[in-house]
């Protein structure tokens, strides 16, 4: 089973940018989607953006649209989030998680802890 590894979170103030990076531990021919989810304290964890690996079709939560950016490097096995005017309310630890049949997340990495200050 593939093992991602987050990093990249920090804290940060509103209006600021920072981009998370998923390495996957090794090629990813059988990965059908990588995405990103994120859990705030007190609360389920949500969906944030998607995209598919071999297609490289992209879906965003409607809360983040416009701000953040998935894309990935396939070369580097790699998947990246690109969060722009970062809110307080995106405050959360973000993850990574692959799914190898559509919609079925199996793989997850450790999460990257984002706080965003007002």
């Known amino acids: 089973q593939v093992q991602l590894v987050e990093s990249g979170g920090g804290v940060v103030q509103a209006g600021d940018s920072l981009r998370l990076t998923c390495a996957a531990s090794r090629r990813t021919n059988s990965i059908y989607t990588m995405a990103w989810f994120r859990q705030a304290p007190g609360k389920e964890r949500e969906f944030v953006a998607s995209m598919s690996w071999i297609t490289g079709t992209t879906y965003h939560a409607a809360s983040v649209k416009g701000r953040f950016t998935v894309s990935r490097d396939i070369a580097k096995n790699t998947v990246y989030l690109q969060m722009n005017n970062l809110k307080p309310e995106d405050t959360a630890v973000y993850y990574c998680?692959?799914?190898?049949?559509?919609?079925?997340?199996?793989?997850w990495g450790q999460g990257t802890q984002v706080t965003v200050s007002s």
């Open positions: 998680a692959t799914a190898s049949t559509p919609g079925i997340y199996n793989a």
